[in-house]
């Protein structure tokens, strides 16, 4: 009974690749006889609402600026791991929970009972996996989330010396399916200034993470007697694979050049990372007020440099000749910054 459930999809349509990216999505749910909200904190222009059942325009776009709460990026490669807090403009969790929010509570004046989300930029061949999740709820489970990573209380850090950490439960807005009531009733639990603790206390790092307290199926939400029974979950790749899902299109974060220092305590200094995940760039280096270097990089392709602690005072970088960020050696509080920022772990070969 389709005429109980509604795609969600959460957007920001600031270009034309963008909205193209969105209508072609919106019509393959109408092809699958979906009725299909789109919320954006971004005004929606007339064809989008006209080709969406309904559209909501919120415009609390609530950003997180503050370099300890945006969480990490990762970059692989087969000889090391880049780290770094410094790949993010800004993070956006907030404000997707808010559009979340609102379509699930749009959902409920409708009568939906169940809600299919999505970000904008994908893709979905056949609506086959839909139809088992509905059949998943309709049997009693209350949602079907997507991991990226599993929870796990004790993983390897990664540092030479050895040692292990937690890692929370990545649960991605990329794709899930919720019954309508359980969705309305996790969002409507926290403020943002309690999920903003929760990721300063906790040690949720990204915003999959948080999204696992969310859910409700956290082992801090089984701490806090605040859990959730019923839920399936499914590997978000591995889904992938098998439904032929095209995800994340349009990448946010790929308009900001990857550039940072990480600190190597064992080798008293400093890597240079830098890499430019879209378009070519000229990155210029400045050490202690000097020109030391620069090249050009194009898509995905990566420098890597290694600088003693005791020979830097100051070190600059220009992206295409405009000042992009500095790091001063004569702060004490810029090698903490850098060591709690970043972080570069070599593959043992």
């Given at each position: 009974m389709k005429s109980d459930e509604i795609v969600l999809l959460h957007a920001y349509l600031s270009t034309d690749e963008r909205k193209q990216i969105c209508h072609k999505f919106i019509k393959q749910f109408k092809d699958f006889d979906y009725d299909v909200i789109v919320a954006s904190h971004l005004p929606l222009d007339k064809d989008t609402q006209e080709l969406a059942d309904y559209a909501i325009y919120d415009k609390d776009n609530t950003l997180i600026e503050d370099i300890a709460l945006k969480g990490y990026i990762t970059h692989y490669t087969p000889r090391f791991n880049i780290s770094s807090r410094e790949f993010f403009k800004s993070s956006s969790i907030l404000a997707v929970y808010r559009l979340l929010l609102a379509g699930a509570s749009y959902a409920k004046l409708l009568n939906k009972k169940v809600i299919h989300l999505f970000d904008y930029d994908g893709f979905l061949p056949t609506d086959e996996e839909l139809v088992e999740n509905s059949l998943l709820i309709r049997n009693g489970q209350q949602a079907v989330l997507y991991e990226r990573e599993k929870q796990n209380m004790c993983i390897p850090d990664g540092n030479q010396r050895g040692g292990y950490k937690f890692r929370h439960w990545q649960i991605m807005?990329?794709?899930?399916?919720?019954?309508?009531?359980?969705?309305?009733?996790?969002?409507?639990?926290?403020?943002?200034?309690?999920?903003?603790?929760?990721?300063?206390?906790?040690?949720?790092?990204?915003?999959?993470?948080?999204?696992?307290?969310?859910?409700?199926?956290?082992?801090?939400?089984?701490?806090?007697?605040?859990?959730?029974?019923?839920?399936?979950?499914?590997?978000?790749?591995?889904?992938?694979?098998?439904?032929?899902?095209?995800?994340?299109?349009?990448?946010?974060?790929?308009?900001?050049?990857?550039?940072?220092?990480?600190?190597?305590?064992?080798?008293?200094?400093?890597?240079?990372?830098?890499?430019?995940?879209?378009?070519?760039?000229?990155?210029?280096?400045?050490?202690?007020?000097?020109?030391?270097?620069?090249?050009?990089?194009?898509?995905?392709?990566?420098?890597?440099?290694?600088?003693?602690?005791?020979s830097l005072q100051h070190f600059s970088i220009l992206v295409n000749d405009k000042f992009f960020k500095e790091y001063d050696f004569s702060k004490p509080e810029t090698k903490q910054f850098i060591i709690g920022c970043n972080s570069w772990h070599d593959i043992p070969q």
């Open positions: 807005t990329l794709i899930m399916s919720c019954d309508v009531n359980y969705l309305h009733r996790r969002l409507s639990m926290f403020d943002d200034a309690q999920l903003i603790e929760k990721m300063k206390n906790e040690g949720m790092q990204i915003g999959e993470e948080l999204l696992g307290y969310v859910m409700g199926i956290s082992f801090v939400n089984d701490r806090e007697n605040n859990n959730e029974a019923d839920i399936t979950i499914k590997n978000l790749e591995e889904t992938t694979k098998r439904i032929g899902f095209e995800k994340q299109k349009i990448y946010t974060d790929h308009d900001m050049p990857w550039i940072c220092l990480a600190y190597m305590k064992e080798l008293k200094g400093y890597k240079f990372f830098a890499m430019s995940p879209k378009g070519l760039i000229k990155v210029t280096i400045e050490i202690n007020g000097n020109y030391h270097c620069d090249f050009h990089l194009g898509d995905w392709a990566y420098r890597t440099d290694f600088f003693q602690e005791d």
